[in-house]
């Protein structure tokens, strides 16, 4: 095992990558230079020809992508700013997502489309978004937010190896997290998500750096006699939903807490699929807690108060529990 930080997790997942396969390639603006620290000593190792520094030109650098993916390489590309993937709508929605199908399965698209997500930082509208929600609409696209340094490596990992696109959607305020992490390789499967904490009288699902904010609202809520089972879906598409399924039948209250905003939103998708599918169960309606629907300011006084916090979480949480009597009665 080896204490690292969620960008130096990453890096071991490319390096990994990269050693065990001579196809794997990272691709981006800035990355022989390791601006950001996911690419230390690459160069070095694995020469120019597999670390790629690429122009300014999101459109035309992941068309580059996906042709050399349909060519027999695995692509990394590596974003830099989430933002920067609207310039790419074309190529992600119209030819990665669609080109399997378009070919009748002769060709596949293994490539890995990285991007970061700077909210909470002051970096204004331009750089702030978390646009995931907006991909899950798209078939043959595969979406995965990493919570940690452990779910950073390994849901890298299984990222390259799968013969779609997987967007990986990186939460900048958990960069500079630090836990144990195997120094073996691993991986960890798209579609399944991670019971963080069992519990019976609220489900709280919590997405990307909501996890961590979930997990401190779990201790203050456990010493008020509130049991949270906590659950990080780890990819929003594909959606573990038969997990999130049965631990509303089991608590019968469910809180989803994302940051990213409310309208169309991955909390509303969670939502619908238990309004669908464990409706009985519930003693209360299904909350969220999600940022607004507004763009990010510059000003940190402004921009804080938008996301959800670990006391939000505590709040809405407690709420929901003791809501008509429920706690501890919840269907079984």
Known sequence: MARMNY??????AQREALREDDRVIVMGEDVRANLYGTAPGFVDE????RVLNLPISEAGFTGVAIGA?????RPIVDYSYATFMYLAMDQL?????????MFGGQATIPVVFRASMWYGASSAAHHSDRPYAMFMGVPGLNIAVPSSPYEAKGLLRAAVACNDP???????TLWARKEEVPDEP????????NVVREGGDVTVVAIAGAVHLAKQATEELTAQGISVELIDPRTLSPL???????SVQKTGHLLVVDPAPRTCGAAAEIAAVVAEHAHDALCA???????PDVHAPFSPAMEKPLYPSAADIVCAARDLALRNGCVGSAPR
């Open 240 to 246: 573990d939903t038969d997990t999130i399924v049965r």
């Open 7 to 12: 960008l130096a997790a990453i890096a071991a």
């Open 166 to 172: 997987v967007l990986v959607f990186e939460d900048a």
């Open 46 to 49: 694995f020469g120019l020809q």
């Open 93 to 101: 929605v119209n030819q990665a997502a669609k080109n399997r199908y």
């Open 69 to 73: 993916a349909m060519t027999g390489l």
């Open 186 to 193: 691993y991986s960890i499967p798209l579609g399944v998500a």
């Open 285 to 291: 309606p299904v909350r969220r807690l999600t940022a």
